[in-house]
């Protein structure tokens, strides 16, 4: 007979509080000698092929205020539109950017800035190709569960309007939200956790 487990209960859930910038960056932190520099922090060295941009990014919470102990990964995929993955089964990626970068939110003005390059275009499935865009994984204190959301660029309006991802919100007025502004080389992408220009988020 099996035995019964009643006894073994969910743990309570916890929020990530001001551990997680330790754990994840301590150089930011200010607790030198654990990484040479904070994991995530250069995604591109002077050989990476493409586009070089800024991605300005910035969490807001429900009145429109930085969020100043969040912390944001980013992934996506490589000029010729191939990511840096062992299950990327379609070429190789470019070995000299990484896909992936990680940057805790500035303690004064609430925001990161990612040196990165402009993504190529992806498959949905044959056939279909989606925007160029950049995967954005967001915690912070009183969030108990990642937020995953998109960031799309507000030049590549075709391909925008083509994507099959942004077809499918419902609400096309929140489209906006996922789209990030381009002044100069920085493109500069506001996520809104709450309030009249909440951000689309993504259950992944």
Not at 72 to 95: F, K, M
């Amino acid at each position: 007979m099996v035995q019964s487990l009643n006894r073994l209960k969910e743990s309570p859930s916890q929020t990530a509080g001001p551990y997680v910038h330790i754990g994840l960056t301590p150089n930011f932190c200010g607790i030198p000698g654990v990484f040479e520099k904070d994991l995530g922090t250069d995604m591109v060295n002077d050989k990476t092929m493409g586009e070089r941009i800024t991605v300005r990014a910035r969490v807001l919470d429900g009145t429109g205020a930085p969020l100043r102990d969040a912390l944001i990964e980013i992934w996506q995929a490589d000029a010729a539109g191939l990511y840096n993955s062992p299950t990327e089964i379609r070429g190789a990626a470019d070995p000299n950017f990484t896909g992936w970068g990680r940057k805790a939110t500035d303690m004064v003005s609430g925001e990161c800035l990612f040196e990165t390059i402009k993504p190529g275009r992806v498959p949905y499935k044959p056939g279909v190709l989606m925007a160029p865009h950049i995967t954005f994984w967001i915690v912070a204190r009183g969030i108990n569960l990642g937020l995953q959301t998109r960031m799309y660029f507000a030049d590549e309006e075709q391909a925008n309007a083509d994507d099959p991802v942004l077809a499918r919100i419902e609400h096309r007025s929140r489209v906006p939200t996922l789209i990030a502004a381009r002044l100069d080389d920085v493109y500069v992408f506001d996520i809104h956790l709450q309030g009249d220009k909440e951000t689309v988020f993504f259950d992944i």
